[in-house]
């Protein structure tokens, strides 16, 4: 079946003005994650969601980040009144279950510039 | 927290030649650890997953091996070809098992 999809694949915004980042999990997959990568770093842990329920937000960098699951499918992480670091790669994955050892399958990411 | 290192930003190898990676972590020992490929404008594509109890793992020309007591895997890409290059990324799970920490990624050139 089809793979992880995101939108938009690139963003410009101004700084200050807010932003949505859309995920299309792979189908029946109940986890799914969202990670950041600024340029040469590597991956940085956002959120976890299980069904549409999200029991680890402790990688949200600051309150103007937040994300929901609806349908147990589709995410949308949302960063509100953007700032420069804020610019970045957002990835999302998901896996069948969020158990351990599973395959984590990516998306393309959602390159963000905010100006 | 996991502090993940990986060799290296970038490796340039000749064709045919094995290319070697490097991950060491310096807390915990993992119950495994999962190798992923990253192509430029891509997201990480999963390539081998080890456990603590494996000491080599292969799949085709990759190679990867767990050394819990050096804390310490490596990747190895033998015959190496101008396709396998790319930025090779090292994951370990943290105390939440979902949850995986990855390091910042090595970029391997092959050169033909």
């Known amino acids: 079946g089809a793979g992880v999809s995101q939108s938009p694949s690139n963003k410009v915004t101004e700084k200050g003005k807010d932003v949505e980042l859309r995920c299309d999990p792979i189908?029946?997959?109940?986890?799914l994650y969202w990670y950041r990568q600024s340029l040469g770093q590597g991956l940085e842990f956002l959120i976890y969601?299980?069904?549409?329920?999200?029991?680890?937000k402790s990688g949200l960098p600051s309150d103007r980040f937040s994300a929901e699951r609806t349908g147990g499918s589709v995410s949308t992480l949302t960063i509100q009144r953007t700032q420069q670091e804020d610019s970045a790669v957002y990835l999302c994955?998901?896996?069948?279950?969020?158990?351990?050892?599973?395959?984590?399958?990516f998306g393309p990411g959602t390159r963000l510039l905010v100006l | 927290s996991q502090k993940i290192e990986q060799n290296s930003e970038a490796l340039n190898i000749q064709e045919g030649k094995t290319a070697t990676l490097t991950c060491n972590y310096t807390?915990?020992?993992?119950?495994?650890l999962q190798w992923y490929r990253q192509d430029p404008g891509r997201g990480p594509v999963f390539l081998l997953l080890i456990r603590e109890n494996e000491k080599e793992k292969r799949k085709e020309r990759l190679k990867v091996t767990f050394d819990t007591t050096l804390k310490q895997s490596l990747f190895h890409i033998t015959a190496s070809q101008p396709a396998d290059s790319a930025t090779y990324l090292c994951a370990l799970p943290g105390s939440n098992d979902y949850k995986l920490s990855f390091g910042a990624g090595t970029t391997v050139t092959v050169r033909a």
């Open positions: 189908s029946g997959h109940t986890a």
């Open positions: 807390n915990y020992s993992p119950a495994y």
């Open positions: 969601f299980q069904g549409n329920s999200a029991p680890d």
């Open positions: 994955a998901s896996s069948p279950q969020g158990l351990g050892a599973e395959t984590q399958y």
